[in-house]
C-alpha cells in the first residue's frame, strides 16, 4: 500500500514560518490534504487538493505539492497554531480505494 | 451548519461486538459519501471504512476486512459501523467524517467516540 513520510516533529518560533512535509513515492501526482489535530479534539481539515484552504482557515496555512513530497507551509506561527498535522491521500489500488494518512507532525511553537 | 455525533463506544471483552452510530444533520446525508476513521491513544489516524451516498459502494482497510460491516439508513440520517471478533489492536477514538465527494477527503469529523477492548 502507499506509505506517506512525515518528520515526527517540527519547532518554530512565533512569528516565524513551520513547514511540515509528507514523502510519498511520486506524491505530485495525487492530492494532498491536511489536518490540524489539537489535543483532546477531532481533527480539522486545513488544506484540500494540494493547496485550497477551506472557507474560515487563515491565509497563513498554505500547501504545495511536487515531486515526492508535499508541504504544508504555515506562515506567521502563533501559539494557537501548536498542534498535531496529518496529511492524507487517496490512493486507487488495484483492488479497491484506500485512503492513506501520513504518521502525524507535532508541531511545537517555542 | 454539518453536525457528527457518535455514539455507542464503550469497553468490550476481546470477541465480542459492537455497534457504534453516526447521527448526522445540517448536510444532505443522503447525497454523501461517509467514512469510519480511527485512532489509537496516541497513535495517528487510521482510515477504517467508506460507504457511497447510496449504501452500494463498500469498502474497507484491510485491518478490518470481515469483522467490521460499515451502513447506513438515509431515512434516519445515520451511519454505522458493526463491529465483530474485536481485537484488544482494534482499541481507539472512532471518528464518522463526511467526504465531499470524489474518493477525495473528511471535510468534516466528529467528535469521535471511544472503544476500549480489554
Known amino acids: 500500500s502507499y506509505v506517506l513520510t512525515q518528520p515526527p516533529s517540527v519547532s518554530v518560533a512565533p512569528g516565524k514560518t513551520a513547514n511540515i512535509t509528507c514523502g510519498g513515492k511520486?506524491?505530485?501526482?495525487?492530492?494532498v490534504h491536511w489536518y490540524q489535530q489539537k489535543p483532546g479534539q477531532a481533527p480539522v481539515l486545513v488544506i484540500y487538493?494540494?493547496?485550497d484552504r477551506p472557507s474560515g482557515i487563515p491565509e497563513r496555512f498554505s500547501g504545495s505539492n511536487s515531486g515526492n513530497t508535499a508541504t504544508l507551509t504555515i506562515s506567521r506561527v502563533e501559539a494557537g497554531d501548536e498542534a498535531d498535522y496529518y496529511c492524507?491521500?487517496?490512493?486507487?489500488?488495484?483492488?479497491?480505494?484506500?485512503?492513506?494518512f501520513g504518521g502525524g507532525t507535532k508541531l511545537t511553537v517555542l | 451548519q454539518v453536525q457528527l455525533v457518535e455514539s455507542g463506544g464503550g469497553v468490550v471483552q476481546p470477541g465480542r461486538s459492537l455497534r457504534l452510530s453516526c447521527a448526522a444533520s445540517g448536510f444532505t446525508f443522503s447525497s454523501s459519501d461517509m467514512h469510519w476513521v480511527r485512532q489509537a491513544p496516541g497513535k495517528g489516524l487510521e482510515w477504517v471504512a467508506f460507504?457511497?451516498?447510496?449504501?452500494?459502494?463498500?469498502y474497507y482497510a484491510d485491518s478490518v476486512k470481515g469483522r467490521f460491516t460499515i451502513s447506513r439508513d438515509n431515512s434516519k440520517n445515520t451511519l454505522y459501523l458493526q463491529m465483530n471478533s474485536l481485537r484488544t489492536e482494534d482499541t481507539a477514538v472512532y471518528y464518522c467524517a463526511k467526504d465531499p465527494g470524489l474518493y477525495s477527503y473528511f471535510d468534516h469529523w466528529g467528535q469521535g467516540t471511544l472503544v476500549t477492548v480489554s
Open positions: 460507504i457511497s451516498y447510496d449504501g452500494t459502494k463498500k
Open positions: 492524507q491521500v487517496w490512493d486507487s489500488r488495484s483492488d479497491h480505494p484506500d485512503w492513506v
Open positions: 511520486n506524491i505530485g501526482s495525487k492530492s
Open positions: 487538493y494540494d493547496s
